[in-house]
């Protein structure tokens, strides 16, 4: 009895180090206008823990330098602003989407076909770090609706 408390202790404690705490769904980047060399993408983080976490930094295949962005009005002009650090509330989904939230990837040097897939990951402070694969979809957006200014 006691040989089986120890094991499944230990078997807890792996588990532990190993949790990713984070799912990503729906991720995607845009294909580049000619002469580009960044671009955005998108996606939405749900935290399935009971901790808050920070989404902290981003990686991918294709850009040395991703950044969170965000837009926000000023002056009446639309601007992005870099973003340190993203909350993803216990239990809860933060949406990347146009617009709003989004990921910019920079100094990237390959041509971005539709349907090519991206790797990336998305580390935060106590959620570990989350890798996904990233579709291309086409620059032009499908007409918003819903949009109110
Ligand atoms: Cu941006």
């Given at each position: 009895m006691q040989k089986l408390t120890t094991l499944i202790l230990l078997l807890s404690?792996?588990?532990?180090?190993?949790?990713?705490?984070?799912?990503?769904n729906s991720a995607y980047i845009r294909t580049m206008p000619p002469g580009q060399t960044m671009t955005a993408g998108f996606l939405s983080v749900t935290n399935?823990?009971?901790?808050?976490?920070?989404?902290?930094?981003?990686?991918?295949?294709?850009?040395?330098?991703?950044?969170?962005h965000e837009h926000?009005?000023?002056?009446?002009?639309?601007?992005?602003?870099k973003v340190d650090s993203v909350l993803v509330a216990a239990g809860q989904t933060v949406a990347f989407s146009p617009g709003t939230l989004h990921i910019?990837?920079?100094?990237?040097?390959?041509?971005?076909?539709?349907?090519d897939t991206t790797q990336m990951?998305?580390?935060?402070?106590?959620?570990?770090?989350?890798?996904?694969?990233?579709?291309?979809?086409?620059l032009i957006q499908k007409p918003m609706t819903g949009m109110h200014h």
């Open positions: 404690a792996s588990v532990g180090v190993h949790a990713v705490d984070l799912s990503v399935n823990s009971l901790n808050h976490c920070r989404l902290l930094s981003g990686t991918s295949a294709i850009s040395p330098r991703v950044e969170f926000q009005h000023a002056q009446g002009m639309m601007q992005m602003r910019m990837l920079f100094d990237i040097d390959k041509t971005l076909n539709v349907g990951e998305i580390a935060s402070d106590q959620c570990g770090t989350i890798s996904f694969t990233a579709e291309t979809r086409s």
